[in-house]
Structure formats: structure tokens, C-alpha cells
T-cell receptor, first 113, second 111 residues
């Protein structure tokens, strides 16, 4: 049973560029959440997708957008990258109604130069 | 602003010692979770506490949820080098799908 998988594992971009990160949830899960974890900090909630719609959103600018596909996989898009966007981006999946039982992927380490 | 504060932020101890990590907030949570994260990996759920005053044990780890459901503690007995990692607490609200994480406690256990 595959867990949460994320791609790519590492990514280097320059300021102003755009990036797309991908996530496949754990088998049987229908809800995907994205978190940003800066170095030395705890993860911060970006948004959550269920039934292909954004259901909850954290305090992140509109440069951060996402999408969920019919197979429950998800993408996180970040436009106009800033140096401060450098972080580990974590995807977590869960079942609707069991949002408190999250399974995290290993993350995508994004470096913005 | 919703905030979970963890203390201490860093802890370096010798194998066999005991330690306690604290997680405090001014908010009431429907549940509180503890995660352990190793470098290059995502957080792994250790335990979820739901009821005020609840105590859960996981081998040498003891988790407690405060009576008012605003705070929690993690106690490790006879720490082992394998316990080394980042420990995160996270609060959940029953009507939302997001977790509020503390900043984490980095634990190093020296052999």
C-alpha cells in the first residue's frame, strides 16, 4: 500500500519563476492538504482540497494556488517566486471526516535563488 | 492569531535521561496531535489526544492533554539515540480541516 508520494523531491528555481509540485494521496484517501515548512519551523497550512475544490485556506497570498484531480491527486502552484518561498512543501492526505489523521509525504524541497 | 508554543526549542541529552516537551496555547482544540519528523522526511503521527486530562502511553513516551484542552506534554523515559528528531505538536479544530503546528522541539540523544 503506497503512502503519500510527492514529486519532485528537490527543485531549484530563480526569483520570478513559477513552480508546480505534485502529490498522490495514500490509497483510499480523498482529501489533500498542503503545508509549507520553513527551516527550523513547524509546518504552516496552505490549503486543503476535497472533491476537486479548495475547502480551507491558510494565510498565504494568491500566488499560491492548487488543483485536485478526479483521481484525488493534487498540484500546488506557486507563481512569481520569492526568496522567502524557499521551504519544504509537504502534502498530507486524509479521509473526509477524519481530517485529524493525516499522512504526510516526504516533501519537496524548493530552493529559490 | 492562533499560536501553539513549544518548549524547549532544542534539547540535547545523554542516553538514559528523561525529558519533557511542552506545548501551550491560548486556544481550545478539539484534539491535539504529536508528530516526529526526521531530516528529509515528512512528520509521522505518534498520537492523538482528544479528551481533556487524557493520558496516552506509547512504549517509553507518555502524552498528556490538559484539562482545558489548551496544552499538552510529551514525556520520554530513558531516552535512546533513536529518539533523536524533531517533535511537533499540532492542534486541530473539529469544524476545519487544518492543523496548527508548533515550531517544534529538536531532540538530540547522545549515546
Amino acid at each position: 500500500d503506497a503512502g503519500v508520494t510527492q514529486s519532485p523531491t528537490h527543485l531549484i528555481k530563480t526569483r520570478g519563476q513559477q513552480v508546480t509540485l505534485r502529490c498522490s494521496p495514500k490509497s483510499g484517501h480523498d482529501t489533500v492538504s498542503w503545508y509549507q515548512q520553513a527551516l527550523g519551523q513547524g509546518p504552516q497550512f496552505i490549503f486543503q482540497y476535497y472533491e476537486e475544490e479548495e475547502r480551507q485556506r491558510g494565510n498565504f497570498p494568491d500566488r499560491f494556488s492548487g488543483h485536485q484531480f478526479p483521481n484525488y491527486s493534487s498540484e500546488l502552484n506557486v507563481n512569481a517566486l520569492l526568496l522567502g518561498d524557499s521551504a519544504l512543501y509537504l502534502c498530507a492526505s486524509s479521509l473526509v471526516g477524519a481530517h485529524e489523521k493525516l499522512f504526510f509525504g516526504s516533501g519537496t524541497q524548493l530552493s529559490v535563488l | 492569531t492562533q499560536l501553539l508554543e513549544q518548549s524547549p526549542q532544542f534539547l540535547s541529552i545523554q542516553e538514559g535521561e528523561n525529558l519533557t516537551v511542552y506545548c501551550n496555547s491560548s486556544s481550545v482544540f478539539s484534539s491535539l496531535q504529536w508528530y516526529r519528523q526526521e531530516p528529509g522526511e515528512g512528520p509521522v503521527l505518534l498520537v492523538t489526544v482528544v479528551t481533556g486530562g487524557e493520558v496516552k502511553k506509547l512504549k517509553r513516551l507518555t502524552f498528556q492533554f490538559g484539562d482545558a484542552r489548551k496544552d499538552s506534554s510529551l514525556h520520554i523515559t530513558a531516552a535512546q539515540p533513536g529518539d533523536t528528531g524533531l517533535y511537533l505538536c499540532a492542534g486541530a479544530y473539529s469544524n476545519t480541516g487544518k492543523l496548527i503546528f508548533g515550531q517544534g522541539t529538536t531532540l538530540q540523544v547522545k549515546p
